[in-house]
Structure formats: C-alpha cells, structure tokens
C-alpha cells in the first residue's frame, strides 16, 4: 500500500518547535507517511502580502490532510507596519491563514477534545462538600462551528454608503444615527442554518459514537435572539433524532461560571464561532491549559489538525527549547482517528497518559514554573525530553 502524504505547516513560532516532535511519535509509533512542508504564516506576510500562498493551498487540495503548528496575528496596523517596502501602501490587507484555509475548504466543523489526564498537576482541583480538595474527572468535547459568526471577516470601518444605508433601515441602529462614518467600526455575526445545523448533527452524532449522555449548546439567545435563536432551534430539531441524549442550553457567560463549579457534569458542548473559541479555552484551563488542547478542523473530504495553542514568539530563541510539545501530539493523534488509524492513534494517546501519570518529565508548565531560561535549572524537562518519553512509553 502506498504511504498517505500528509502536508506538514509548522507555521510560526513554537509551531516549527513542537511539529518535528509529534512527527517524531509518529514515526515511531508505526505511522508511515510522506511529509510534505508547506508555507504558511507570517514571514510570508511580511515577504509576500500573503500569508497563504496559493502554492498551500493546492498541496492541501491535492492530498486532503494537513498539520498545522501555529501562527502569528498581529492587530491591522502592526501587520501593515511589517510588510516589506515594496508591499506597502499597495492595499493589502492581512487575514489570519487558518481561518482562512478554514473558509477556503469549508472545515465547519472544529472539535477540540478538553480530557483530564490522571496526574497532571495542572488539572483543576475545587473544595468539596466536607471542605477537603477534590478533582473532578473533566472530558468535555466543544463543537465550534469553525467558518461563520463574528470570525467571517465581514466588517469594516468608515463603513460605504450602501452598507451604512442598509443598516440605517434596522430601529436599533438609530442609536448611531449621528455618528460620522469614519468614527464606526462594524463586524457581522452571520449565521446560517446549514451551517447550525452541520455543526449540531456533528455534536449528536459524536455523543452518541462515544457514549456521552448529554449535549449543551452554548449561546446566547436572550440577547443575540437571531443567531443564537438559529442555533437553538436548529439543534432542537437534530435533538429529535436523538432522544437518548439530553439537549442542554447554556448562555456563554454563566457557562464560563458553572464550569469552574461542576465540570464534571458537562459531556458535548456545541457553539458558534467566537463562543466555541471562548469555552474551548475555558475547559482546556481545567485539564492543563494549551500545552494540552488539541483540535481538528474537518469538512467534508479535507481534515486539518492543529493544537489551539499561539506561536509564543518569546519562547522561540531558548536553547533548548522548553514549550510542551502535547497539544501538537495529540493533535497528531487526532489525524490518526480521522484517517482511520484507530490502533496507532490509541497506543499514542495511552503513552502521553502513562507519562503524565508518572509525572517523571514534566515540562515547565506541568512543573509550576516560569517560562523561559532557568527553567530547565528548576527541573523542567525539554520538548526533546518530553517527546523522547512519550515515544519510551510507546514501548
């Protein structure tokens, strides 16, 4: 059987860091691929006005999987101030290449998987009823619907006429109706039934494959009665087909609370855009923060896999390097099951638990340490370290 060809983009940052380590395991773990780099993110910004070459985006076309490490985003007018001399004043406008690739092949569906690892130091811990400390087991999986709402990218300030025109004939916008053109700033939230209900079916389906007995849809339906109101009425009628799981409703902000107070009771959490972004880091705080949260971005044929981590430009220089390399791994892990590789993907997964549980490398962020070059001194493993116990543990 011919190898699978995997496009490898190690992005920005630590994401050329932690992509050779989870290559590494899977190598090791008897997984058998062409890797094939592609160029992404922002060196290409500052060189091209493009931080997704057209070149990437073919090679993703061509061979449906990817990994994706991380990327650099900077605000509008950072971006502008960095490109090369003769890019500037020609227009260009920087969008952030992973949402973009999340567009550009419609990958609607993100699932970032929030498990407590036994062990880990950094899981949440709470009081319990008799005042002794507790640590509820969390295994929470957010369903983001990954391509719409407020990270669509239509907006605009100084808003033209037509725009401005249109949205004069809506009653709550006469509230602005004084203020000058240049003086607003405008972003959409744009919802689509499809697209609610692509992501809902997605969530239900996965509770039931994985024996979650309840799915919370995470919104905001009192205050964005239209969008969230799609959301909620979508997930309603996909609930029909369902009826052994419960269909829970939650607003994003007391979600935020009760999560710190019973996580435990939360199975499958389906959310739009910005929101599932929002809990997603939420639930990853409770089993160990981002060097833990893995994520996959899947549409109909193509499957991108990236941890949700940034690209933490100020570890990047430190000799040697020091980020957890997990998220990425488990990211890789991600891609095993999505591929069908279930039996390489499990021996993986139980290696990174069996070595947090061990507690014997631990890289800075597990060990409660401070980031940067005396961490190593204070008994932080490396990234190598790390990834060369994982691949220990795959025995």
């Given amino acids: 059987m011919a190898k699978r060809t995997v496009v490898v983009m190690p992005g920005d940052g630590i994401g050329k860091l932690v992509m050779p380590e989870a290559l590494r395991v899977l190598e090791a773990a008897g997984f058998e691929a062409d890797w094939v780099e592609a160029d992404i993110g922002w060196d290409h910004w500052i060189r091209d006005g493009n931080p997704l070459p057209q070149r990437t985006i073919d090679l993703i076309a061509k061979h449906k999987v990817a990994l994706f490490g991380a990327i650099t985003s900077k605000p509008k007018d950072k971006a502008v101030e960095e490109l ?57 999986v957010i369903f983001r619907q990954n391509t719409e709402g407020l990270y669509g990218g239509i907006e605009w300030t100084n808003p033209p006429p037509v725009v401005h025109d249109a949205l004069a004939t809506h009653p709550k916008f006469k509230a602005f109706a004084d203020v000058p053109t240049e ?35 995470c919104e905001k339906p009192n205050v964005l009665r239209e969008t969230s109101g799609l959301m909620i009425a979508e997930a309603r009628k996909v609930h029909e087909k369902y009826p052994k799981i419960d269909l829970w409703e939650t607003n994003i902000d007391a979600q935020m609370m009760w999560l710190t107070k019973n996580p435990e009771d939360y199975g499958v959490i389906v959310a739009g855009n910005m929101f599932g972004d929002i809990i997603s880091d939420g639930f990853a705080g409770l089993v160990g ?3 833990f949260a893995a994520s996959a971005n899947i549409g109909d044929d193509i499957g991108v896999f990236e941890p949700t981590h940034g690209s933490a430009p100020k570890y990047v220089e430190l000799d040697p390097p020091i980020v957890n390399p997990i998220a990425m791994i488990m990211s890789a892990v991600m891609m095993l099951d999505w591929l069908g590789e279930t039996d390489i993907a ?19 962020d597990m060990h409660k ?27």
């Fill in 84 to 140: 090369s001399p003769e890019h500037k004043d020609k227009g260009f406008v920087y969008f952030s290449p992973i949402v973009g690739l999340r567009q550009r092949f419609n990958l609607d569906i993100s699932i970032r998987p929030c498990p407590t690892f036994t062990g880990n130091p950094l899981n949440f811990i709470r009081r319990g009823a008799d005042g002794q400390p507790e640590e509820p087991r969390v295994d929470a």
């Fill in 183 to 217: 003086d607003l700033a405008i972003s959409t939230r744009v919802f689509t039934r499809n697209a609610c209900r692509r992501i809902c079916e997605g969530g239900f389906a996965y509770a039931e494959k994985h024996g979650y007995s309840n799915v919370t849809v």
């Fill in 289 to 291: 923060g981002l060097g």
């Fill in 346 to 364: 499990e021996r993986i997964r139980a290696a990174v638990a069996d070595v947090v549980a061990k507690g014997e490398v631990r890289t800075y």
């Fill in 369 to 395: 340490v401070r980031g940067g070059a005396n961490s190593i001194a204070q008994g932080a493993a490396t990234t190598i370290q790390m990834t060369n116990a994982v691949i220990a543990a795959l025995g």
